[in-house]
Every structure is written in structure tokens, then in C-alpha cells.
């Protein structure tokens, strides 16, 4: 059989807690993380040592396994109910304050990151088109497929049922359409033989574990930047952990 092993990506990296490095010297970029379940991508990003300020993590479900982590790092955490609020445009004003509150915003800064940026772990929630108007261009969510592909929920499976060979994840900015905000970087892997839908997953989360801790850093540096009409921008910035290679896939 045939393989060609595909092109490596060469900002990305195989293990996160190799991104402990010297930090900035100026504030560290405040941000706050929204979940909803257990917090995989929270304890990913929170391992990895990244140049950031955690100032919160707020979910919408009392129970959600990633308050614990956040406690644990000695993060500030708050629940938020949906609810507890008669509709989503009313939870989301709500949420919306609380998350301003956190960030302590400077509103005439003409540099994004002294705003702060909402990230998304696991937030099983649609917004407003309110909500994601106020947090445009500082909104940040992983998607575990290979946008635009597979949107939504089941992803793994539906990628299984439609019998691509590629799958993988997507780091996007939130906007009002679900799941079709700018690209920002995505990773894939190989769909084999004999997958279900769990250990396609598993392959998938993987790699969430590993993108969305660099393409944050690449925010926190500057290389990754965002204009007032939310478009992405990269540049080269002299960082060691920007630079580490992460082993390339073998794709029959």
C-alpha cells in the first residue's frame, strides 16, 4: 500500500508543557474561559503555561467537571445558569457583563489583546447575534472537525458516515453563524480502518490538546493578530516554542 507522510506544521508541537518559556515582561493578556462539561481543552490550556492571565471560568451547568481544574490553578470560577433567564438574549446580556467584568477591558486601546479574549472550551451554548457582535474579533473557539466541514454536533461520526479519510479540528473566531467564523488554524489525522466514532474522537482531542495551546500563544505574542473587521493575521515573532515541529502523520 501506498503511504506518503503528510507535511509537517511547523509552529505546532507534541508535548505542551515544553511551552513554558520567559514571559512578557508587560501585563499578561487577560482572558476568560467558558465550559460546559468536563474541561478537557481548559486543563490542556492551563498545563501548557501560556503568557496569559486566566481571569475567570464561567460555566453554564454547576456540575461541569472543568470548574474543579480551574479551582485547582487557583482560578476564580463562577456558574451561570441558562436557566435561570426567561430567554438566550437575556443569559447572554448577563453573561456578557460578567465576562467584561472579568476582563477589565480598556475600551479605547487600540491594541486588541489589552480587551481581552473569550475562549471557548466546550461551551454547549448558541449565542446571540448580540453577544458575538460585542466579542467580535476577540472570540475564540475550537470545533472538532475540519471546518467547513461537519459543523454542528456528531462530527466524528457524520466524518465516518460520509467516509472521508481526513479529519481533525478547526480554531475559528466566533461569529453569529454557527461554526463559519474566520479560520484561524486547523490540524488533521487520518480516519482508519476500523474507527468508530470513540476513537476517532479520541484521535481528534489529541490534537485539540495540542493546536489550540499554540494558536492562543501565537495570540498572546503577537503573532497572530486581529483587524477591526475580524480578520486574521499572522507574523513571524522570535519564539522558541512557535518553532518546534510536531511529528507528521503517516496517511494510508
Known sequence: MHRRRARPQPWLFDDPSAMNTDLPKQPLPRVVVLISGRGSNLSALLAANLPLHFAAVISNKADAGGLLAAKQSGIP??????????????????????????????????????????????FMR?????????????????????????????????????????????????????????????????????????????????????????????????????DEDGKPHWEYVQDPMLSLPIPSLEIS
Open 77 to 122: 470560577t463562577e456558574v451561570i445558569s441558562h436557566l435561570d433567564f426567561e430567554s438566550r438574549e437575556i443569559f447572554d446580556q448577563a453573561l456578557a457583563e460578567r465576562i467584561e467584568g472579568y476582563l477589565q477591558a480598556k475600551p479605547d486601546s487600540g491594541d486588541i489583546r489589552e480587551k481581552g479574549l473569550v475562549i471557548l472550551a466546550g
Open 126 to 226: 448558541i449565542f446571540s447575534p448580540a453577544f458575538t457582535q460585542h466579542f467580535a474579533g476577540r472570540m475564540i473557539n475550537i470545533h472538532p472537525s475540519l471546518l467547513p466541514s461537519f459543523t454542528g454536533l456528531h462530527t466524528h461520526q457524520r466524518a465516518l458516515d460520509e467516509g472521508v479519510r481526513i479529519h481533525g479540528c478547526t480554531v475559528h473566531l466566533v461569529t453569529a453563524q454557527l461554526d463559519h467564523g474566520p479560520i484561524l488554524a486547523q490540524c488533521a489525522v487520518p480516519v482508519l480502518e476500523g474507527d468508530d466514532a470513540q476513537t476517532l474522537a479520541a484521535r481528534v482531542l489529541r490534537q485539540e490538546h495540542l493546536l489550540y495551546p499554540r494558536v492562543l500563544r501565537a495570540w498572546a505574542l503577537g503573532a497572530l493578530s486581529i
